[in-house]
């Protein structure tokens, strides 16, 4: 199991939000290459790198602050936030990002997300409020189940999906692990949990299932109720 440290940019800056509100954002560094570094020092191999702003826009908003990650640090990154067409996956990967997350268009139009499977390392990112999927930076709650959108992708050709409950996302309220089990055995591909981590019982929990592939850590981390540099002995 990876654990993969989250940085969220809004403005330039590395932020953690509460249940998705771009509003509630709290600011953990002006200079989100610092907090890139510290992770890969820690014993990271991923990053989860996340374009707020790009999120809402559906277009790339921080790219000054990915590139500059990017140049800075050696592992690899996964990056999200208003990719919706070909051309911006591969500007992304052009400046070399590993993995590209890809999230209300796998809703929107999941035909299109199959398609670059084959071509590049594409993650699908479910994100769901009440068991269904959240789309346009969570701001809107579909009529598709998160399981029912996780079965399309079976056998598609993507490399992970990565699974948010909205609810619980910044609330360091305990990581939704039946959830993330349901996405797992509904896409039979690798799943990472995403949202409420708190502590070590989490990762050891996430860890035990024997199922679950990888855990995002954002505001655990930022607000030190995990000891990450722990959390990596775990997991080895």
């Known amino acids: 199991m990876d654990i993969l440290p989250a940085i969220d940019l809004k403005d330039g800056k590395a932020v953690r939000l509460t249940k998705g509100l771009m509003d509630s954002a709290k600011v953990y560094s002006n200079e989100p290459w610092e907090l890139a570094k510290l992770f890969e020092d820690m014993g990271s191999k991923w990053l989860h790198l996340v374009d707020l702003n790009g999120a809402f826009a559906g277009e790339p908003k921080n790219l000054e602050q990915i590139k500059k990650i990017r140049q800075m640090c050696d ?131 996430l860890k035990e299932t024997g199922t679950i592939s990888g855990v995002i850590v954002g505001k655990a981390f930022y607000e030190q109720t995990l000891d990450l540099p722990e959390a990596f002995k775990v997991i080895s």
């Open 75 to 205: 592992i690899e990154i996964e990056l999200g936030g208003g990719i919706r067409d070909e051309d911006t996956i591969k500007r992304y990967l052009d400046l070399g990002i590993d993995r590209i997350i890809l999230g209300s268009v796998a809703l929107k139009n999941a035909d299109f997300v199959k398609e670059v499977s084959n071509k590049y390392r594409i993650a699908v990112g479910i994100d769901a409020i009440d068991g269904f999927v959240a789309v346009e930076g969570w701001a809107e709650k579909s009529t598709m189940r998160a399981t029912d959108l996780a079965k399309e992708f079976a056998d598609a050709g993507v490399e992970a999906i990565i699974c948010t409950d909205v609810g619980r996302d910044g609330t360091l309220s305990g990581v939704n692990i039946d959830f993330t089990l349901e996405i797992a055995k509904a896409s039979g591909i690798d799943t990472i949990a995403s949202g409420g981590v708190k502590d070590l019982n989490d990762i050891k929990a």
